[in-house]
């Protein structure tokens, strides 16, 4: 980055971005940068992380700054015999990275549990107060990520109580399944989004079929891992970077990988898959900088 900041508080984040406006430099906001994809040239003005990591419990609301970590987050929730978050195990990032792009797994969402979001409009240079439902959440998006103006600083979840033995045992669940099914090698996360069999039968039904025959569907969801798989990417390389052959969804980096070969692996693979099945793959890593 031409510049970075962390900002540790408000009165911080505001002066940065005052900053930036007046020297007309462009803005850039980093959560946990764990599914994101950054420019190989680097990234041509001012990068914010917010790093406030304050975390607090009230009844079943945890109330957290979005610069703390997800896994973090866990262990809070998991000592207090809080319910909801089990499945955010091992995943890494911000709270306010997960919100913002509505992170989820094994059918469970974030915007389940979002019950309050405090965001600052650079724009208007002041702090605003969102609602869940007027965050418009949908599978892995929200309003936050169409309406750049708004960066997400503060977030309330609502958790439920329940015994410790049955919040363990998901959690070893999850974990097991991750370490089972993921790849250990360094990566931007899930390359891909995970399609709905309502859209993969408005394009190819017989795929749609051969997705329920093989009992992949899973709450309306058909992972792109699958649909990879189908044309043989495990293993396929450019450069340093290769396609995992543990789990078809992770480009992993082999070492000095640059962005641009994983650019061009993701650009190979949506190309072929709309090709070969007329599916149109939309990427759930983020480019930063580009």
């Known amino acids: 980055a031409k510049f970075f900041l962390e900002a540790n508080d408000k009165e911080e984040l505001r002066q940065a971005v005052g900053w930036a406006k007046k020297r007309g430099e462009p803005l850039f906001f980093l959560a946990g940068g764990s599914n994101i994809l950054i420019n190989d040239q680097g990234v041509a003005g001012l990068v914010i992380k917010l790093s406030a990591e304050n975390l607090s419990i009230k009844d079943n609301n945890v109330i957290s700054k979005a610069g703390a970590s997800l896994s973090q987050l866990v262990k809070l929730a998991n000592k207090y015999n809080l319910s909801g978050l089990e499945w955010a195990v091992g995943i890494p990032g911000t709270i306010g990275g997960a919100v913002y792009g509505n992170a989820g797994a094994f059918g469970q969402e974030m915007s389940a549990l979002v019950k309050n979001i405090e965001a600052y409009d650079i724009d208007k240079d002041s702090f605003i107060n969102f609602t869940n439902q007027q965050c418009q959440f949908s599978y892995r998006n929200s309003m936050f990520k169409q309406k750049k103006n708004l960066i997400i600083t503060a977030v309330e979840l609502e958790l439920k109580s329940d015994s410790a033995d049955k ?124």
């Open 167 to 290: 919040i363990k045992e998901r959690i070893n669940e999850y974990s097991r399944y991750r370490m089972n099914a993921q790849p250990p090698e360094y990566s931007a996360g899930s390359v891909f989004k995970n399609l709905t069999l309502t859209y993969l039968k408005s394009v190819n039904s017989s795929l749609a079929e051969q997705a329920e025959q093989a009992g992949i569907v899973k709450g309306d969801k058909v992972a792109a891992g699958w649909l990879i798989d189908k044309l043989d990417f495990k293993g396929q390389q450019i450069g340093r970077a290769k396609v995992s052959e543990k789990h078809a969804n992770f480009i992993i980096n082999l070492g000095q990988a640059s962005a641009d070969d994983v650019v061009q692996l993701i650009s190979l693979i949506k190309q072929q898959i709309r090709n070969k099945f007329k599916v149109q793959l939309e990427e759930e890593v983020q480019y930063f900088g580009f």
